[in-house]
DNA sequence: CCTGGATGGG
């Protein structure tokens, strides 16, 4: 209350709305609004349902010439200037409903020649007012007039109205009626009338309504009738002018004796349809009384959604027969229906479409039903949402329907499916929603269209040449139904199944295929999916629901992307080729490192450094005890045979003899060799080198002179000394070998002479560099 | 011969 008080206020001072679109539909629903608001001058569609205004003032809208639309119902609108609507002449579509008007004036219609669509129920007006409301609204196809107050309608009310394709007349509480009141009507399709109290109080009053009303309309809707009485024997009779062709009660509580009136009198009255519609019917089906009537006008009959409370009790129909065998189309549904008796069927002769959805027919009742020549024009049977069990037990039953094309046994509950027999002629099978799980057994050979849908279907290898199309969406089927078997579908539906992909192969199968929905699936959105789905799926075929319902379900750095907007990286998308690209990445490095390891001999210098570490890690004095050999030779093999002729000979034949440690006699077998070299080294007082080209190819000779060198350093003692066998100029000495250079430098060297005086001096000068130093430390 | 439905997350 507070809020309306607060918007009042706000509305009288000029409230704005500006809820407008660009096709300039301006939507003021529900504002609040207590006045009609400024709004876009040009606004084409003005929406002002549920406010408060109370008033339309005579410019409120002369600005709004281009108005088409205008929503006023449900507000509080008590009253309505005469010249409100004059500048709205375009205005097409006017709903004045749920208002609070009192008084009605044709003033307000006076310019609206273009109205089509006019509003006016639920308002306080008792009559149509004094003047002739509608004479100008000439392009007027749509009305609906009257409310719960509407007490007379008058000759003249109509006046102006000829065709219309809606009439709705809201007149429950109707108390009188002239006659000849719609007169003006020539053609209506559709006459709806709820005429309660004329009904109930007063059936000579109704039945003129209808009379005036017959010759001008072909079909005539009843609501809210309420358990009449039969006391006029001429209810719903119709006049020999009459073009109603077409009968509907709605909303209507109907009982035997309104229903045997009908039937009495609507007989003979060319009604060729007849409809009831969310009814509630009291009564058991007593018309027995109908027994030898005939109807040949009535083709078309609707039973829909009537509760009838004791539909358990009903009395066998077979009393109908007469009027139900012209029947061409008959929907009987939602009605609790659990048989109809074989005689019904039987009278049923010409009748090609029968709908029983949503009643209680079982297998066995289906037995009863189907006789011998019942329903022998069917072509089209509709047993949707029964108790339906056993496909088993039913299909032989309706393969005695020798015409039968198209049959919906949809959403009951089918389990035995293991044999099924089917008449020839049936085409069209829906077997959706039946909690099927194998369904390959029971599927008609020539069926052209076949709906699965909502199954737990998970293979389907079924061989169908006919099959055109075919529906198994929300299913389980992990791939599309065995394509070869299937050499005609032109449409296929498989949305909501549990498809991981879709490929080119698969799909080629489908020779016909022109239509596809496989949306909703679980996709793995591999790069050869998204490029044949993508590139040459979408635009070979039309593919349903696309792009929206198309998801990508794994891999996870796509899941739940769309499949058309997913793209994927050149690595996921060449596994090949990245794998391989990595391998040369990683292995490209360890190649180099190795070849300039091999090049820059990085093994040996590895080597060196070990052994350089292991040296430094044993304590001196160990060494300086154990002093075992005079000299330690370093010589390559090549050189062997100097030093084993000449070396060996001169040295160890002195007196004192100096012990001489060679590789290939002191070695230690089994020992690892440059254990062996070092550990010779440390138990020589001195290292001997023997220099030639030969020793410096000889990686094992470097390296003792590396040690030699190492120890050189380490405890300053003076231990390598240099023998040339032949000369060695420094350039071929290999960069590496530093030290060999640096040795050279540093400290003089003994060169091995050719002539034999010189080779004395050269002995003499060997001994006393290996026993030099001995006489200076005075050990041993 | 339109009047229909189910749908998952790891």
Redesign the pocket.
């Known amino acids: 209350m507070l809020g309306r008080g607060c918007c009042r206020l706000w509305g009288e001072s000029n409230y704005t709305c500006q809820r407008c679109d660009s096709s300039n539909f301006c939507n003021c629903s529900s504002m609040n609004l207590v006045t009609i608001p400024r709004v876009l001058e040009k606004v084409s569609r003005l929406n002002l349902s549920y406010n408060f205004i109370t008033h339309i003032k005579e410019t409120d809208l002369t600005k709004h010439i281009k108005l088409k639309v205008l929503m006023l119902q449900s507000n509080e609108i008590q009253s309505i200037d005469d010249q409100a609507f004059k500048s709205n002449v375009v205005l097409e579509y006017l709903d004045l409903s749920n208002n609070s008007l009192i008084q009605l004036s044709p003033a307000w219609f006076l310019h609206l020649s273009k109205l089509q669509h006019l509003d006016l129920s639920g308002n306080k007006y008792r009559n149509l007012g004094p003047g002739r409301l509608f004479s100008h609204l000439e392009s007027l196809r749509w009305l609906k007039v009257g409310n719960a107050f509407l007490s007379n309608l008058k000759k003249d009310d109509f006046e102006g109205i000829s065709h219309l394709d809606d009439f709705i007349l809201l007149g429950n509480k109707l108390e009188s009626y002239e006659d000849r009141s719609f007169s003006s009507f020539q053609n209506v399709s559709h006459a709806t009338m709820n005429l309660h109290d004329p009904f109930q109080k007063n059936q000579t009053l109704a039945q003129r309504i209808i009379w005036d009303l017959a010759p001008a309309t072909t079909h005539v809707e009843l609501r809210d009738l309420e358990y009449l009485s039969s006391s006029d024997t001429q209810l719903f009779s119709l006049p020999n002018n009459s073009s109603v062709k077409k009968y509907t009660f709605r909303n209507s509580s109907l009982s035997d004796s309104t229903i045997y009136v009908l039937l009495k009198n609507g007989r003979n009255s060319g009604i060729s349809e007849l409809v009831a519609e969310n009814c509630a019917f009291s009564g058991r089906g007593e018309w027995h009384k109908v027994k030898n009537m005939t109807c040949e006008s009535l083709i ?1 009959l609707t039973i829909r959604h009537i509760s009838i409370k004791q539909f358990y009790l009903f009395f066998d129909l077979s009393f109908l027969h007469g009027l139900i065998s012209h029947v ?2 008959a ?1 009987l549904t939602n009605l609790n229906l659990f048989m109809m008796p074989c005689g019904v069927s039987k009278s049923f002769q010409r009748l090609e ?1 029968l ?1 029983l ?1 949503e009643n209680l027919l079982t297998d066995l009742m289906m037995k009863e039903m189907v006789c011998e020549n019942s329903w022998s024009s069917l072509t ?1 049977l509709i047993l949707r949402k029964n108790k339906l069990h056993s496909l088993k037990k039913i299909s032989p039953i309706l393969s005695n329907i020798t015409h039968l094309m198209h049959l919906d046994l ?1 959403q009951n509950t089918l389990s035995d499916v293991d044999f099924c027999v089917w008449s020839k002629t049936l085409q069209f099978l ?1 077997l ?2 039946s909690q099927l799980s194998t369904i390959s057994q029971c599927i008609p050979p020539n069926i052209e269209v076949l ?1 699965l ?2 199954n737990n279907i998970r293979t389907f290898t079924t061989h169908l040449p006919s099959l055109r199309e075919l529906n198994v ?2 299913n389980k089927l992990m791939y599309l139904p065995g394509g070869g078997y299937l050499p005609n579908v032109k449409i296929l539906m498989i ?2 199944n549990n498809l991981i992909s879709m490929s080119s192969d698969e799909i080629t199968t489908f020779d016909k295929l022109t239509t596809l929905d496989a949306g ?1 699936n ?1 996709y793995i959105c591999s790069c050869e999916f998204l490029t044949y789905i993508n590139k040459y799926l979408t635009h070979s075929i039309q593919l349903l629901n696309w792009p929206e319902n198309y998801i990508c ?1 794994s891999p996870l750095v796509v899941k739940r992307m769309i499949v058309k907007n997913t793209k994927r990286s050149f690595f996921d998308c060449h596994t090949t080729l990245s794998v391989t690209l990595s391998c040369v990445a990683l292995c490209l490095p360890i190649a180099i490192v190795g070849l300039l390891c091999y090049k820059y001999h990085g093994i040996w210098y590895i080597q060196m450094t070990w052994a350089w570490l292991q040296a430094k890690r044993k304590p001196k004095k160990v060494r300086n005890n154990n002093i075992f050999y005079d000299a330690f030779v370093s010589y390559s093999e090549m050189d062997s045979e100097w030093v084993e002729n000449f070396l060996l000979r001169e040295l160890e034949n002195t007196h004192p003899p100096l012990i001489l440690c060679l590789h290939k006699r002191d070695f230690i077998p089994g020992k690892w060799i440059i254990d062996n070299i070092i550990e010779s080294i440390e138990k020589s007082r001195k290292t001997l080198f023997v220099l030639s080209q030969h020793f410096v190819q000889s990686e094992w000779c470097k390296y003792e002179l590396d040690y030699s060198h190492f120890r050189l350093f380490d405890e300053n003692n003076d231990t390598a000394i240099l023998v040339l066998l032949e000369p060695i100029p420094k350039e071929t000495i290999p960069q590496r070998f530093c030290k060999l250079r640096k040795l050279m430098n540093t400290k003089t060297y003994l060169e091995w002479p050719e002539d034999e005086v010189e080779q004395q001096i050269f002995w003499f000068n060997l001994k006393v560099a290996l026993k030099g130093e001995e006489n200076i430390r005075g050990h041993q």
């Open positions: 078309s061409r189309t929907r479409y709908d959805r089209y949809s829906n959706s929603g709906d849908s909502n969406s929300n949305s909501g909703k679980h379900d």
